[in-house]
């Protein structure tokens, strides 16, 4: 199968920025995802504060593939001006999202697949992430 993504080599305008703009929106986005796991945690009683692992897991994949799957980026991509694109090049679908959360998290568990995933998002003609590549996305400026 073909990408239908923007071509990086004559559609530049649409990657410029992007590893920088990825890291700040994941800052974004971990800060909001604390701060939703701690107040639930204090709402439910402390209870999910002693299992937080767990618990910050859960929320976190709530998050990401809710907010990935209503508009193809999180809250943190929005305020960066990006949003996730599929092979096909639309928007990511629930499904889609929930895949490409699931991806993420499973990378961001393990050291090599997470430096892996760094370098490639500094180095590649796409800016494309370890879990981007397996599932074919890739994060773009949001077009006008």
Known sequence: MTS?????HYQSVFYDGIPA?????WLIDVVI???????LGL???????FIWPVWYLVLSFLYRSATIAGGSATIGMRVMNIQLRGATGAKLSGTEAAV?????LTCSAFALPQLLSLVLMVTGNRHQGLHDMLIGSAAINRPR
């Open 4 to 8: 239908r993504l923007p071509d990086p």
């Open 21 to 25: 703009k990825r890291l700040f929106a």
């Open 33 to 39: 995802t604390t701060l939703i796991a701690l107040i």
């Open 43 to 49: 709402m439910l009683l402390t209870i999910p504060l």
């Open 100 to 104: 490409h959360t699931l991806a993420y």
